[in-house]
Every structure is written in C-alpha cells, then in structure tokens.
C-alpha cells in the first residue's frame, strides 16, 4: 500500500492494474480491503485507486471530524496528487454518498459514477433511515463495538452459507474504534445532497439490493434525477458487493467498459456457499493486512 500525506492528513490507498482510472470508495465500519473480490475482476482491464476513506482502515482521521464533504475534499486530494483528471468513482454505502459528493463538486471530471446501495441523504427523514442510524448507535452504546459487530454482521449476513462473509464483517468492524464508527455515522446522517442533484454528463449507474435496508423508491427517485441506469439485485441485502459478487462485477465491468448492462436474468444474489468453498480473496486483503502491521 502506498501513503498520501498533504500536511493535513495521511490517506492509505492501494493502486493496482492499468488502463480506464477507476477510485473504488467503502462504506462505514470497512476499509479498502472490502473491495477485493472487484479489483480482482477489474484488475487487468482498469488502473484502481483503492483509499482507506479518512478514520478508517489505516488512514488517519480528519482533523475536523466525520463529514462526507471533508472525506470527498480528501480524495480529490489524493486523485490530484496522482495527476487524474477524469477518474470514474465506485462507492459503496457511506462510499456512494462521498462519489457522490465528490462528482457534484466536478461533475464534468467524472466520466463514470456507480453506486451500490447508497443515498442523496441520510437524514432521518424516513423511519427505516431513522432506525439504521440509532439502533447501531445503541447497541455499540450499550455493548461495545467487539459484542455488537456479531449482531450487525449476521444481519447483513443472515444465511447459513454466508459464514466466511460475518467472519469477515466482524473483522472489519471490530478493528474500528467505537467512537469513529459512531463519528462517521453522524457525519452521514448530516449529510444531504438531495437539493443539488442535476442530471451527469457522464455515465452513470445506481445499483441497489431488493432487500436493502433503505428504500428501493428513494434510489430509484435518486437514478432518475442523475439520469442514470438503474438495477435491483434479487435476494441480496446491504452487502451487495460482497453477496452479489458477480452480478456486481458484471455491472461495473459493463459501465466501465461503456457495454450494454447484463440482461435482467443475470441480476441476482449469488448462492450461500459453505466457508471451505468461498471465494479467497487474497492480494488486496493481505497487502491491507500487511499495511496494519508497519
């Protein structure tokens, strides 16, 4: 992993493959190393730009706290830095809001925008936006960030088969501080972007999970105010890049490469797969781990 320091604050970002500039974004409570079942699919094809967003991962906090508009000020830092003009922005969940804080901030420097679960606002202005930022906050209140992650990973995770994917989750959340958590948690619930949305001039692409924890009509409003094309993935949850790896791949290898979507049958949840039968996600998740012992 590689290092970006401005003389405000230290990001980590992996950067892997050649050809099309593609930043891929995580959500809250993960790290770059979320994404390694993407960059292995778009690897060969595509240059990616892989953060730790600011208080996550091995990246350092902002000075001035949790806001999706310093983590978006932050990485078109680091993208300048790397003399990207025109980068095409993946985000996930809390990653989406800050591609797509960043892409309002430049829209015409963003040929390309996706994002997978994710909202113009999460102000508690619906219940289950309401629900989704308090009962965390109780729990981790209540129990700790270490006996709470169990509970918010199985219920990303709830089938039998999905095992390997809470193993995973529990890990990446427990190795955040419970207060950082809470911090971006807030930073997102203050956030909106639903009175400065125009139609993009580049492609763009809203994916969402037919059982999401948000409302599918919000991201659909959302896909047709950006005039973007718009899919929902049959049987997955929140954690769409994770337990709809290959519908989620197909899509952004389709977007990027300016291809035709899959056809609708393609749009589904993978199957629950025993952990000795998961897919190892090796490269990207090692070189994070390794970056946490340095």
Same mark, same amino acid.
């Given at each position: 992993?590689?290092? @970006? @320091?401005?003389?405000?604050?230290?990001?980590?970002?992996?950067?892997?493959?050649?050809?099309?500039?593609?930043?891929?974004?995580?959500?809250?409570?993960?790290?770059?190393?979320?994404?390694?079942?993407?960059?292995?699919?778009?690897? %060969?094809?595509?240059?990616?730009?892989?953060? =730790?967003?600011?208080?996550?991962?091995? %990246?350092?906090?902002?000075?001035?706290?949790?806001?999706?508009?310093?983590?978006?000020?932050?990485?078109?830092?680091?993208?300048?830095?790397?003399?990207?003009?025109?980068?095409?922005?993946?985000?996930?969940?809390?990653?989406?809001?800050?591609?797509?804080?960043?892409?309002?901030?430049?829209?015409?420097?963003?040929?390309?925008?996706?994002?997978?679960?994710?909202?113009?606002?999460?102000?508690? =202005?619906?219940?289950?936006?309401? @629900?989704?930022?308090?009962?965390?906050?109780?729990?981790?209140?209540?129990?700790?960030?270490?006996?709470?992650?169990?509970?918010?990973?199985?219920?990303? @995770?709830?089938?039998?088969?999905?095992?390997?994917?809470?193993?995973?989750?529990?890990?990446?959340?427990?190795?955040?501080?419970? =207060?950082?958590?809470?911090?971006?948690?807030?930073?997102?619930?203050?956030?909106?972007?639903? =009175?400065?949305?125009?139609?993009?001039?580049?492609?763009?692409?809203?994916?969402?999970?037919?059982?999401?924890?948000?409302?599918?009509?919000?991201?659909?409003?959302?896909?047709?105010?950006?005039?973007?094309?718009?899919?929902? /993935?049959?049987?997955?949850?929140?954690?769409?890049?994770?337990?709809? /790896?290959?519908?989620?791949?197909?899509?952004?290898?389709?977007?990027?490469?300016?291809?035709?979507?899959?056809?609708?049958?393609?749009?589904?949840?993978?199957?629950?797969?025993?952990?000795?039968?998961?897919?190892?996600?090796?490269?990207?998740?090692?070189?994070?781990?390794?970056?946490?012992?340095?």
């Amino acid at each position: 992993m590689a290092m @970006f @320091f401005d003389g405000r604050r230290r990001l980590h970002y992996l950067e892997r493959g050649r050809g099309e500039p593609v930043v891929m974004l995580h959500g809250l409570g993960s790290s770059g190393a979320d994404w390694a079942l993407q960059v292995q699919a778009l690897e %060969s094809r595509c240059r990616l730009i892989v953060p =730790d967003l600011p208080g996550s991962g091995h %990246s350092a906090a902002l000075a001035d706290g949790h806001s999706v508009e310093g983590f978006a000020k932050a990485i078109w830092s680091l993208v300048d830095h790397l003399d990207i003009a025109r980068p095409n922005l993946v985000g996930f969940s809390m990653g989406g809001a800050v591609a797509l804080q960043m892409t309002l901030m430049r829209p015409h420097s963003v040929p390309r925008l996706a994002l997978i679960n994710s909202l113009a606002s999460y102000r508690p =202005d619906h219940w289950t936006k309401w @629900f989704e930022a308090c009962v965390p906050a109780v729990l981790i209140g209540l129990l700790g960030m270490r006996r709470a992650a169990p509970l918010i990973a199985a219920r990303l @995770f709830p089938h039998p088969g999905q095992q390997w994917l809470r193993e995973r989750a529990i890990a990446q959340i427990t190795s955040l501080q419970g =207060d950082a958590y809470l911090g971006m948690g807030r930073g997102l619930q203050r956030w909106s972007a639903s =009175d400065r949305l125009i139609r993009l001039p580049g492609r763009s692409l809203v994916l969402a999970a037919e059982h999401d924890y948000t409302p599918l009509a919000e991201k659909r409003e959302l896909a047709a105010l950006l005039g973007a094309e718009f899919v929902v /993935v049959r049987g997955s949850r929140h954690g769409t890049p994770f337990d709809a /790896v290959e519908a989620t791949n197909a899509a952004l290898g389709a977007l990027l490469a300016d291809q035709p979507l899959p056809q609708r049958r393609h749009w589904v949840c993978d199957e629950p797969q025993p952990r000795e039968a998961a897919p190892i996600a090796g490269t990207i998740a090692e070189e994070h781990a390794m970056a946490r012992l340095r």
